[in-house]
């Protein structure tokens, strides 16, 4: 997409469809730089979080007084303790016996009263006291001997930084406190330490032996695999870059680290008092947007330099296709799109390319078609309504970004158009 009809696309938008409208034109941006530069491909994954977060918290130019709280019956959430115990719980993955996709809304009864609660209207006065709070409650887990809080702490204190070095700082305290936590047959505490290790190989804790005790322990799981993949390619070891591409096409099910990251956030905040389902999810999806998608800088050198090599181009086809169907985030199933396009463009494949170009504008609907426009206002009402976004986070662990919103569709369609709909205007 050019500049000039990028402009012209943002010119004749209000101000919140043109910060969802920039986090899409950057997304596929992305994917080109992915290409072409390391370096850019940094820079705009940085401002895909932090549009996303314009997107997320927009003040409409309304005056609707702020609500959030719905009738505590109405939750669908069990309680959360991060215990060791409670992990087993909790924060363990249940991808293994997955359930079916989560729609507690019969469409049969849209014509009675919706119980989604009220219309989330973003305050930014309000949100600063929560995040006053929620920070304040995570300092005192941060002093307390009991492991149930340590864990919350080192998994959800000093997500974002502002200076390298206090990164590297961070980074090396979290491997040295999930080492002593050793918790790695849960699948939450397996990803956090692999996708920090990935980031900060200085750590005398990041080795070979970590990564082989944790996938033994998630042999059959596609995501562990996926972030063992991208340790391996950062470290330049080639034969267990192939190996963990092998283990990936025979993986049985598929952990979301984003849906087990947000879900025990969303709880630990929830089990302190701290009352707003829709802020601690905002909250969440921008520490995830921010510091823990899978970057793809080793991956593309991989693949680009290696493309003569029949091995390296079947491995990296195979990366692509399992990026593609087994990836929870829309951007990592660009990136194994594209990854496939540059093994078919170098065999002069044009079939096949124009095959991936189809399935890549079906993951991505056209600007200001039917699917688009739908996929919009389903997802601004979902993200508007507590019980409604419980029940899409749900959804994600096993439909991924974008197909949980697929189960929920038709009911938001019909809430949308009853009188119990509010827009209480861009969040």
Known sequence: MSAKLAAKVAENYHQGDKALLCVIIITKLTIHLTMKNTLSLIIVVTFIALLSYLFFFNKSATDRAFQNSVNDNARTSDNFKVSKKGANAAIKSDTKNPPSP?????????????????????????????????????????????????????????????????????????????????????????????????IYLESEHCNNQLFEEITSQHRDDSEIWLRALGYYLKTGQDELVFNAIEQLKQSKYSSSYSHLFINAYTQTMENAGIENYNSHVFR????????????????????????????????????????????????????????????????????????????????????????WKKEIEVSKTVYQ???????????????????????????????????????????
């Open 102 to 198: 989560s729609n507690d809304f019969n469409i049969n009864d849209s014509a009675q009263f919706f119980n989604y609660g009220e219309c989330f209207y973003h305050d930014p006065e309000l949100e600063s006291r929560l995040d006053e709070k929620r920070e304040n409650y995570l300092d005192t887990l941060g002093k307390s001997s009991v492991k149930d809080d340590k864990i919350a702490y080192v998994l959800f204190k000093n997500m974002i930084y502002d200076l390298p070095s206090e990164l590297q700082k961070e980074n090396r305290l979290k491997i040295d406190a999930l080492s002593e936590l050793n918790l790695f047959e849960e699948p939450l505490i397996a990803l956090e330490i692999m996708h920090t290790c990935t």
């Open 284 to 371: 969440a999806l921008l520490y995830y947007n921010f510091a823990k998608l899978p970057m793809y800088n080793e991956a593309t050198a991989w693949c680009r330099d290696n493309l003569d090599k029949d091995k390296y181009a079947q491995g990296c086809l195979d990366m692509g296709t399992a990026l593609e169907k087994l990836s929870h985030d829309r951007l990592s199933k660009h990136i194994g799109i594209s990854f496939q396009g540059l093994v078919y463009s170098a065999e002069g494949n044009t079939d096949s390319v124009k095959i991936l170009k189809q399935r890549a504008q079906e993951l991505q609907p056209e600007y200001l078609s039917d699917d």
């Open 385 to 427: 309504y507590e019980n409604l976004l419980r029940s899409y986070i749900a959804n994600t662990a096993i439909l991924g970004e974008r197909g949980a919103f697929k189960p929920l569709e038709d009911e938001v369609m019909a809430f949308r158009e009853s009188d119990q709909y509010v827009d209480c205007g861009g969040f």
